[in-house]
Each structure stands twice: as C-alpha cells, then as structure tokens.
C-alpha cells in the first residue's frame, strides 16, 4: 500500500511540476519577447497604452499583451508550489519507506 501512495505522490508531484515550470520559463520567454519587439513609446492608433517596465526601460503594450505575462507567472508559480509541496510528501514517504525497509532488512541478517 505505501508503495502506491508514494507512487502517488511522484506521479502528481511531476504532473504540477513540469507544467508549473513551463508557464514560468514560458513567461520569461514572453517578457523578453516584449522587451525586445515592442515600442518604447505611447502608440494610441494601436492602442498600446499600458506602460510594463522590463529590465529597467518601459515598453507600451495592449492590454491583452500585458496580462498574458501576469496570467502564466500566476498560473505557474501556483502549480509549481502544489508540485514542490507534494514533492517534499514523496520525500517524506520515500524516506519513511526506506527506513522501514532497512529495518526490516537487518532484523533478517541476525538470524
């Protein structure tokens, strides 16, 4: 039974993981992306009016293009704290495991 528990907790500890991880890396694609591509200033004919500072110099997104950013940090920090949390339940359990398995195993060597 703790076998499964702990295959368990590695199974879901990877599936928020991985996809926690890339929102993150996805998100600093996106920011670079922006901070290379967009203007640097006001364009209202294209209706980029909302100012992000990026690496120190501001550059005019619309409003769309700004929460994209917001919404995969949001969304990946989120998941990847749910990943590490059960990530550090399959430490545990491992461990647990492994001490009750090496327990176990020199009680058999006494006989």
Known sequence: MQ???IAVFRFFA???LLPGLAGLVA????????FD?????LVPAEQRTVGRTLNGQVVYLTMEENEQPDSLRYYGLRAFGIGAGLGL??????????DRYQDSGAE????
Do not use: C, I, K
Request: aromatic share 10%.
């Open 27 to 34: 998100d600093a694609t996106l920011s670079t992306h922006h």
């Open 108 to 111: 058999d060597t006494d006989d």
């Open 14 to 16: 990877l599936v928020f």
């Open 3 to 5: 076998d499964f528990v």
């Open 37 to 41: 591509t967009q203007p640097r200033n």
């Open 89 to 98: 339940l399959y430490l545990g359990a491992m461990a647990s495991h492994l």
